[in-house]
């Protein structure tokens, strides 16, 4: 089993900065075996949405076009460690931010079903 605790989440102002981590842990985990993390982010009475997301082996990342230029995804595999660092909020960032994992190497990557492992979420509110 795995689990994702995400932490960083908060209450800043537009135009601030947020960065959240996500510490990935359990006995079967490995970024050996993790094949892609990603961040989704799910406001009140809207579905989940995928922010961004990392294929663990090769670094590649890739972003939605709502977060492109404003947050950034990044791994630190000796730590286990999950960050999405998010800048220029906008009051339309309010939600509860997600971290996800998988061990399947082809999915669509986008899609909250393709992945296997969620944390419980951290809220991030922005205020105008």
């Known amino acids: 089993q795995v689990q994702l605790v995400e932490s960083g989440g908060g209450s800043v102002q537009a135009g601030g900065s947020l960065r959240l981590s996500c510490v990935a842990s359990?006995?079967?985990?490995?970024?050996?075996?993790?094949?892609?993390m990603g961040w989704f982010r799910q406001a009140p009475g809207k579905e989940r949405e995928g922010l961004a997301t990392i294929y663990i082996a090769g670094g590649r990342t890739y972003y939605a076009d709502s977060v492109k230029g404003r947050f950034t995804i990044s791994q630190d595999n000796a730590k286990n460690t999950l960050y999405l660092q998010m800048n220029n909020l906008k009051s339309e960032d309010t939600a509860m931010y997600y971290c996800?994992?998988?061990?399947?190497?082809?999915?669509?990557?986008?899609?909250?079903?393709?992945?296997?492992?969620w944390g419980q979420g951290t809220q991030v509110t922005v205020s105008s």
């Open positions: 996800a994992a998988t061990s399947r190497p082809n999915i669509a990557i986008w899609s909250p079903r393709s992945y296997d492992y």
């Open positions: 359990g006995s079967t985990y490995s970024t050996y075996y993790m094949a892609w």
